[in-house]
């Protein structure tokens, strides 16, 4: 089986040296080996991050650099632009991605032809690489379509044919984050098929200091954007107001936040 994949890992210069290190050769590690790795660096880097770029050469090895900062959605649009190949692999700068992923979802868009987007289960890991919770996501396109409203992926994990995020107007530029929730609608929109695969092929780093990165703010744009998601595709208003529901957990403290993340697991609707 051949791999026509690349993927982008976009970095800045509050990411630990060690975990983008983990990252880069989890990826060089693959049993499948991508044809292109995409190291985008967002951003002045520290000393440290540099000594960790510079140790990964190879014919495979990309770096993409951005002096200036420019947000996760506009260097990965490059990204996914500068690629040449059918399909492209996200993958986040602290996190791990298990040696088998790519054979695994190449295998799975080569058998599911109709498929556009897969994803798939990942375990979270705290700071030192321990392991957490099962994190799983709805498996079949018409629950991931149902469950848009939660942001049924989980964005490290996602493979996806280049086709289809050109067709859907690539990441949102304007945004600062959650570029990934406003995509999976806009593909939707433009008629995109979705999957998930249901086992763990990533180490999804989560700590307490997660919530921290979740202010009111981004709460508040994050439910503005679910509420216009589900509202382009004309579904219904209770999932519109439910895209909000995040706000309210943003007004508690950092530590109760997490507290409340994990005992209203249970009620998530992607965990189904």
């Known amino acids: 089986m051949q791999p026509s994949l690349t993927v982008g890992?976009?970095?800045?210069?509050?990411?630990?040296?060690?975990?983008?290190?983990?990252?880069?050769?989890?990826?060089?590690?693959?049993?499948?080996?991508?044809?292109?790795?995409?190291?985008?660096?967002?951003?002045?880097?520290?000393?440290?991050?540099?000594?960790?770029?510079?140790?990964?050469?190879?014919?495979?090895?990309?770096?993409?650099?951005?002096?200036?900062?420019?947000?996760?959605?506009?260097?990965?649009?490059?990204?996914?632009?500068?690629?040449?190949?059918?399909?492209?692999?996200?993958m986040d700068a602290d996190d791990i991605a298990q040696s088998d992923r790519f054979f695994k979802q190449i295998q799975f868009l080569q058998e599911n032809h109709d498929i556009d987007i897969v994803g798939s289960y990942c375990f979270e890991i705290d700071a030192n690489n321990n392991k957490m919770k099962l994190r799983k996501m709805p498996v079949v396109h018409q629950d991931i379509y149902n469950n848009l409203f939660t942001s049924p992926f989980i964005h490290p994990t996602v493979m996806f044919k280049k086709s289809i995020i050109a067709k859907a107007g690539w990441y949102d530029?304007?945004?600062?984050?959650?570029?990934?929730?406003?995509?999976?609608?806009?593909?939707?929109?433009?008629?995109?098929?979705?999957?998930?695969?249901?086992?763990?092929?990533?180490?999804?780093?989560?700590?307490?200091?997660?919530h921290k990165k979740q202010n009111f703010n981004l709460m508040l744009s994050q439910g503005k954007i679910g509420f216009r998601g589900v509202r382009s595709l004309n579904q219904s208003y209770f999932k519109a107001i439910a895209c909000y529901i995040p706000l309210f957990r943003s007004l508690l403290p950092y530590k109760v936040q997490h507290i409340f993340y994990k005992m209203f697991k249970m009620l998530d609707p992607r965990q189904k």
């Open 9 to 90: 890992i976009p970095f800045h210069k509050s990411v630990n040296p060690k975990f983008l290190e983990m990252a880069v050769k989890s990826i060089i590690n693959q049993s499948l080996k991508p044809d292109v790795i995409h190291l985008i660096q967002d951003g002045e880097i520290t000393s440290e991050l540099n000594d960790v770029v510079s140790q990964f050469e190879g014919e495979n090895i990309k770096k993409i650099t951005f002096q200036q900062n420019q947000g996760l959605a506009c260097v990965l649009n490059y990204s996914i632009k500068e690629a040449s190949t059918k399909y492209y692999a996200r």
């Open 173 to 210: 530029e304007t945004l600062k984050r959650r570029q990934d929730y406003s995509l999976w609608f806009k593909c939707a929109k433009a008629g995109a098929k979705f999957a998930n695969i249901d086992e763990p092929l990533l180490l999804y780093r989560f700590t307490a200091d997660t």
